[in-house]
């Protein structure tokens, strides 16, 4: 079973529809949590990072229920540049290595 | 401020042959990764070195690999010799060393490597 899992999509999606991503993962110990966006062939970028509280940044919102091991990404108001894969990132317990998914493709259409 | 650079952005070698990846991390990062991606997985955590100490090398595939940071400051990964199912995409990332949980983990571009 993989650490952390994604539904791979692909999602299309509307300019202005609200799209909604999951993710679990497996180890109980991980303490930080976060979504990367990844451009076609470019290097991940920090995105959001995601606390038990839920937060939000403009457009983004991201939560986490650790009883259920479980993190979301909801984005409104889909824009084209949102294109893109979303990926799940977990850091673990004692070190600090990221542990990614296999990430989610978003294709916003006009 | 420049941002994580690896060179070179691709190579294609056979296999048998020796490659050799290079990072420059952010100025004044102590920390610095390497990660893979093979194609149709997740990016995977290869090691980890503060300043010129490996950290962590628990990902690291088996011996055909070694990364150095001789000084602490860029790093090399030398695969030797490449096999074909070391194909894909080697991304480099720095940070810095702080008192917070978690600080960010900058990526560089990648460098794209197909053995053939």
């Known amino acids: 079973r993989k650490e952390v899992e994604q539904d791979p999509g692909p999602f299309n999606v509307p300019e202005g529809a609200t799209v909604a991503f999951n993710c679990t993962y497996s180890?109980?110990?991980?303490?930080?949590f976060f979504w990367y966006r990844q451009d076609c062939r470019k290097e991940p970028k920090l995105l959001m990072s995601v606390y038990s509280s839920g937060n939000e940044d403009g457009r983004f919102t991201a939560q986490l229920n650790r009883a259920s091991q479980y993190i979301s990404l909801l984005i409104r108001d889909s824009k084209l540049s949102d294109s893109a894969t979303y990926l799940c990132v977990v850091k673990g317990g004692a070190t600090n290595k990221l542990i990614f998914g296999t990430g989610t493709l978003l294709a916003v259409q006009p | 401020e420049a941002g994580v650079t690896q060179f070179p952005s691709h190579s294609v070698i056979e296999k048998g042959q020796t490659v050799t990846l290079r990072c420059d991390p952010i100025?004044?990062?102590?920390?610095l990764y390497w990660y893979r991606r093979v194609m149709g997985k997740e990016i995977k955590f290869l090691l980890h070195?503060?300043?010129?100490?490996?950290?962590?090398e628990s990902g690291m595939p088996n011996n055909r690999f070694l990364a150095e940071r001789t000084g602490g400051t860029y790093s090399t990964l030398k695969v030797q010799p490449a096999e074909l199912e070391d194909s894909g995409v080697y991304f480099c990332?720095?940070?810095?060393?702080?008192?917070?949980?978690?600080?960010?983990?900058?990526f560089g571009p990648g460098t794209r490597l197909t053995v053939l």
């Open positions: 180890n109980s110990a991980s303490q930080s």
């Open positions: 070195f503060v300043k010129e100490s490996k950290q962590d």
């Open positions: 990332a720095s940070s810095q060393v702080g008192l917070v949980t978690y600080n960010e983990q900058f």
């Open positions: 100025s004044g990062h102590d920390n």
